[in-house]
C-alpha cells in the first residue's frame, strides 16, 4: 500500500494512553497505527518532539452569523478555531435571524459553504413555539442537535417555564443542550445589578438561579427519559446535584471557569469578565475542578461568544455578557495539564472523545482506522505568552491577554489537510460534520 501521508516521529495519544507510533492516511481517513517504516507514502510528515492527539471539537462557540457580524462571522470564527487547534465546531443559533427552523440551517449551511476553515455543525434553537418541529430539525444533516435557553442571554431565545420545557423535551429524540439559569429568579434580583459595578453580576446571576433550572431540567428529562447537556455548568451545588444525575445528565465545563475566578477577574477585566453564568469565587471553580478529575465533567466546550471592545467598554450593565475563547480552548487547557490539574489523557477525553461519542459523530474525536485524520499537533513544552495581538477573532482580544503558557497547538489538521501550521492558516476546508442517528 501506498498511504497518501505518513505521520511519523510523534508521541500519540488517546484518551486511554499515550504511545510512539506512525500513522498512516489515505482518502483523508487513518489507515493504519504502528511502525510503517517498510511503507512508502506520498508524504511524509515528521512530528519529532510533537504530540498528536485526535482533533479537538469545540461543542460550544457562538460566530455571530447572521445578523451580528461585526462581532464575528463563519469565516473569522473558524479561522480563529484553526489557530487554536480546533478541527470541528458546533455553532450556536441566537443569531439573527434565530436558527429555528430549517430554513435558517440550511441558510447557515450555505453560509458555511467554502468560507469555513475547520468542520462545524449547526444547533437548532428550541423555542416556546416550534417544539413539534424539533424532530425533524435535530435530523437536518449538519445539525448538531437541540439548544434551549432556560435564562435571557445575549439573543432573543428564550424558553423560561416548565411547559416550554415540557414540550420540547416530550418531542425531542437526541441529546439537547441547555443554558440552566432560572429566568423568573433573574427577573426577581434584577435590583441586585448595581450601575457600574460589573461585580453584581455573579450576584444578581447567583447559585441558585443556576441550580434552580438545572433541577427543574433534570425532573422533566428523567419524566420523558430524554438525555440532556447542561451547558457551561459554574457551581458547587450544580455539580453535587449533577453527580447524581450522571444516567441522565452530561456535564460542559469551561476554560474560563476554570481558569478566572472573582473577585480578582473583575478587578483585573472589568467588564471583559462578564458572562453567563457568571464567573464565580474560587469555592466554586475547586469544586468545578473536582468534577474535572473524578469524571462527572464530559466535555470542556470554549463558550466562545465574542463582543466588540467598544461594546465590552459599556458601563455594566449595558456592558454585553460573552468573552472569546475558541482559539484560547487548548493553549489554556494545555497549560493546566502541564500544571499538573489534569492529565492529557482526560484532556483529550473532554474534548474529542466525549463530545464524539456522546452527540455520535461519525469519524470523529478519535485515533482509530477508519476515523477522519483529524489531529490538532502540540507542543507540550513550547512556552509563551497569549497576546490581543495574537487572536484572530474579529474581537480582537481575549481575557488570557499577557497570560504565561506552556503547551500550544503547532499545526491544525482536518482530513489530512494541513489547515494550519506554525501560525500561519492555509485555507478553508471546512465541512458540515455528520451524526449516527
Known amino acids: 500500500m501506498v498511504f497518501d501521508t505518513i505521520y511519523t516521529g510523534s508521541q500519540v495519544a488517546t484518551h486511554k494512553e499515550t504511545f510512539f507510533s506512525d500513522i498512516g492516511v489515505k482518502d483523508g481517513k487513518i489507515i493504519q497505527i504502528g511502525d510503517l517504516s517498510e511503507f512508502t507514502s506520498k508524504k511524509t510528515v515528521n512530528l519529532k518532539g510533537l504530540h498528536l492527539i485526535p482533533g479537538v471539537i469545540d461543542s460550544q462557540v457562538h460566530f455571530r452569523e447572521p445578523g451580528l457580524e461585526h462581532k464575528e462571522d463563519l469565516s473569522s470564527g473558524t479561522k480563529s478555531a484553526v489557530m487554536g487547534g480546533i478541527t470541528g465546531v458546533f455553532e450556536m443559533p441566537n443569531t439573527n435571524p434565530s436558527t429555528t427552523t430549517e430554513e435558517a440551517i440550511l441558510d447557515k449551511l450555505n453560509r458555511a459553504k467554502n468560507r469555513a476553515y475547520c468542520d462545524y455543525a449547526f444547533y437548532a434553537g428550541g423555542t416556546d413555539g416550534n417544539s413539534s418541529d424539533l424532530?425533524?430539525?435535530?435530523?437536518?444533516?449538519?445539525?448538531?442537535?437541540?439548544k434551549v435557553f432556560m435564562g435571557a442571554s445575549t439573543g432573543s431565545l428564550l424558553v423560561a417555564n416548565d411547559d416550554g420545557l415540557d414540550k420540547i423535551l416530550s418531542k425531542i429524540n437526541h441529546r439537547a443542550s441547555f443554558h440552566c439559569e432560572d429566568q423568573s429568579r433573574l427577573e426577581e434580583r434584577v435590583d441586585f445589578q448595581e450601575i457600574g459595578n460589573v461585580k453584581s453580576h455573579e450576584i444578581w446571576r447567583d447559585e441558585l438561579s443556576c441550580l434552580t433550572a438545572t433541577k427543574r431540567l433534570?425532573?422533566?428529562?428523567?419524566?420523558?427519559?430524554?438525555?440532556?447537556?447542561?451547558l457551561?455548568?459554574?457551581?458547587?451545588?450544580e455539580i453535587d446535584f449533577l453527580s447524581n444525575n450522571k444516567d441522565i445528565a452530561s456535564v460542559e465545563i469551561t476554560p474560563q471557569h476554570l481558569t478566572l475566578n472573582s473577585p480578582d477577574c473583575y478587578d483585573d477585566l472589568g467588564t471583559y469578565a462578564q458572562m453567563n453564568p457568571p464567573i464565580r469565587s474560587q469555592r466554586?471553580?475547586?469544586k468545578l475542578w473536582?468534577?474535572?478529575r473524578s469524571g462527572v465533567a464530559d466535555i470542556i466546550g470554549s463558550d466562545?461568544?465574542?463582543h466588540t471592545k467598544e461594546e465590552k467598554n459599556n458601563p455594566y450593565p449595558q456592558s454585553p455578557s460573552g468573552m472569546p475563547g475558541v482559539q484560547t480552548l487548548v493553549p489554556v487547557m494545555l497549560n493546566h495539564v502541564n500544571n499538573g490539574k489534569l492529565t492529557l489523557e482526560r484532556f483529550i477525553e473532554l474534548t474529542s472523545y466525549n463530545p464524539?461519542?456522546?452527540?455520535?459523530?461519525?469519524?470523529?474525536?478519535?485515533?482509530?482506522?477508519?476515523?477522519?485524520?483529524?489531529?490538532?499537533i502540540i507542543d507540550m513544552?513550547?512556552?509563551?505568552?497569549?497576546?490581543?495581538?495574537?487572536?484572530?477573532?474579529?474581537c480582537g482580544w481575549t481575557p488570557y491577554n499577557g497570560m504565561s503558557i506552556k503547551g500550544w497547538p503547532v499545526m491544525t489538521i482536518i482530513r489530512d489537510n494541513m489547515v494550519m501550521k506554525d501560525g500561519e492558516i492555509i485555507e478553508p476546508l471546512g465541512k458540515p460534520m455528520s451524526f449516527s442517528r
Open 218 to 230: 433534570i425532573n422533566l428529562a428523567k419524566k420523558y427519559n430524554k438525555k440532556v447537556h447542561v
Open 232 to 237: 457551561h455548568v459554574t457551581t458547587e451545588e
Open 135 to 146: 424532530p425533524d430539525l435535530e435530523n437536518i444533516d449538519g445539525c448538531c442537535g437541540v
Open 284 to 286: 466554586h471553580q475547586k
Open 381 to 394: 513544552s513550547k512556552e509563551t505568552t497569549i497576546t490581543n495581538d495574537w487572536i484572530v477573532s474579529k
Open 304 to 306: 466562545h461568544a465574542p
Open 356 to 376: 464524539s461519542n456522546l452527540f455520535k459523530i461519525k469519524g470523529k474525536g478519535r485515533i482509530e482506522i477508519g476515523f477522519d485524520a483529524d489531529f490538532t
Open 290 to 292: 473536582e468534577a474535572i
